[in-house]
């Protein structure tokens, strides 16, 4: 069974300040997602990883794929307000993983909150 | 933002009694998958369909069937609401590409309660 594992679950950062999330996975893949919730709202897409090594930017965050550790980080750069939300990873395993190429399992989210 | 909606989008039910949530996209994508999202547990998947007719179940699936008789609407259907099933309830659609493969958009959410 796909294990996705996120941390820290609740991030509590002053604007201005760098940090990271972790996400770990337990199978084999390479197709990697990320999205954003805001409190109350549905989910957004912001980043599609899909090769080892893959790294996307928008704005101050930056998402990175390490297949070969199973692990995805996503930075956040000079934090502000705005960017207080929860944050999902979602691991695609496809058949080389043992899933069905259809699914996606999820992380328990990391709440990240960004003070003045 | 794809065009993906459901309904209702509150619903206040009883215990036992039957419930059926809609989601109805206009983006002709292949897939769509329903969730349930509860604090602590992030998004859970409760069915999803490869296609019309074409259907298979998600990790939480027990007490829940869905159909799926045209490409645009997929319906959740709680045969008999207990308290547990209380949730909050997201549709998701995508369409396998090249670029974005199994990338999935969300439909904006049910809140279901259960009494």
């Known amino acids: 069974e796909l294990k996705v594992e996120q941390n820290p679950l609740f991030l509590s950062m002053q604007e201005g300040k760098n940090y990271t999330i972790y996400c770990n996975y337990s199978t084999t893949s390479d197709r990697l997602y990320w999205y954003r919730q805001d409190p109350g709202k549905s989910l957004e897409s912001l980043f599609v990883?899909?090769?080892?090594?893959a790294v996307k930017q928008e704005g101050r965050l930056m998402a990175s794929l390490d297949t070969k550790a199973r692990l995805s980080t996503l930075h956040i750069t000079a934090a502000v307000h705005d960017l207080s939300a929860t944050y999902f990873c979602?691991?695609?395993?496809?058949?080389?993983?043992?899933?069905?190429?259809?699914?996606?399992?999820f992380g328990k989210g990391t709440l990240l909150t960004v003070n003045p | 933002d794809a065009g993906i909606t459901q309904s209702p989008r509150h619903k206040v039910t009883e215990t036992g009694t039957p419930v059926t949530l809609r989601c109805h996209q206009t983006e002709n994508h292949r897939y769509m998958y329903w969730y349930r999202q509860d604090p602590g547990h992030g998004l859970r998947l409760i069915h999803y369909s490869y296609g019309v007719k074409d259907t298979d179940k998600g990790e939480v699936s027990d007490g829940y069937s869905v159909s799926r008789s045209k490409t645009e609407d997929f319906l959740l259907t709680l045969e008999s609401a207990t308290s547990s099933q209380t949730s909050v309830y997201f549709c998701a659609i995508s369409q396998r590409r090249v670029l974005s493969y199994n990338e999935q958009f969300f439909g904006p959410g049910t809140r279901l309660t259960v009494l």
């Open positions: 979602a691991v695609d395993p496809g058949w080389q993983g043992g899933g069905s190429n259809y699914k996606l399992t």
């Open positions: 990883l899909l090769s080892n090594g």
